[in-house]
């Protein structure tokens, strides 16, 4: 299975709003609602923000938000903070459990 | 809520096997997967396999297919993950990572282990 595609790279000013895609094919993103993204900081574990393509866990900020269309799915965080400078990762069911994952985005906080 | 609670750094030489525990608390574990994923330095993630913890069945990976096991000790409710044949690309942070059955998506995470191969 292929990775997902997804953006290098990724910048916003603190306050503006920035939406990171996430690319597959009809077998994973396309074929089902199951699009999860992650959030990792520097030598940390990965965090999770958004599953089922667009729910929210407890405790994440609602500038969180996730969408999909197609094949291609979206996660667009609002009202950017420092802190939300980090790496997001997708990962989409692939007729079995989330294995396929995307390469990554970079998003820096001018 | 799941914690996952990773064993700690490993230094292997190529050719040669490791092995990475994740002790898992806090839910009842007849509901859960715990998958392995590992990042290279620098690179995405890369999943390798699950057990179901109830029942301990396995899935793998094609890539790692011969290469890889993963198993589950009820009595310390530690899983663990050893790689065989080692090899420099090996070298990356192994995460375990839990799932509920019914559900998609990865919700706590181990803090990882760093495996270096290196002759």
């Known amino acids: 299975q292929s990775a997902l595609t997804q953006p290098r790279s990724v910048s916003g000013s603190p306050g503006q709003s920035v939406t990171i895609s996430c690319t597959g094919t009809?077998?994973?993103?396309?074929?089902?609602?199951?699009v999860s993204w992650y959030q990792q900081h520097p030598g940390k574990a990965p965090k999770l923000m958004i599953y089922?393509?667009?729910k929210r866990p407890s405790g994440v900020p609602d500038r969180f938000s996730g969408s999909k269309s197609g094949s291609s799915a979206s996660l667009t965080i609002s009202g950017l903070q420092a802190e939300d400078e980090a790496d997001y990762y997708c990962?989409?069911?692939?007729?079995?459990?989330?294995?396929?994952f995307g390469g990554g985005t970079k998003l820096t906080v001018l | 809520q799941v914690q996952l609670v990773s064993s700690g750094a490993e230094v292997k030489k190529p050719g040669a096997s490791v092995k990475v525990s994740c002790k898992a608390s806090?839910?009842?574990?007849?509901?859960?997967?715990v998958h392995w994923v590992r990042q290279a330095p620098g690179q995405g993630f890369e999943w390798m396999g699950v057990?179901?913890?109830?029942?301990?069945?396995?899935t793998y990976a094609q890539k790692f297919q011969g290469r890889v096991t993963v198993t589950w000790d009820t009595s310390s409710n530690t899983v663990y993950m050893e790689l065989s044949s080692l090899r420099s690309e090996d070298t990356a942070v192994y995460y375990c990572?839990?799932?509920?059955?019914?559900?998609?998506?990865?919700?706590?995470w181990g803090q990882g282990t760093l495996v270096t191969v290196s002759s």
């Open positions: 089922d393509v667009s």
């Open positions: 009809s077998s994973d993103v396309g074929g089902y609602n199951y």
């Open positions: 990572a839990s799932v509920f059955s019914g559900t998609y998506y990865f919700d706590d």
């Open positions: 990962c989409s069911y692939a007729g079995n459990f989330c294995r396929v």
């Open positions: 057990i179901n913890l109830s029942g301990g069945s396995t």
């Open positions: 806090g839910y009842t574990f007849t509901s859960l997967y």
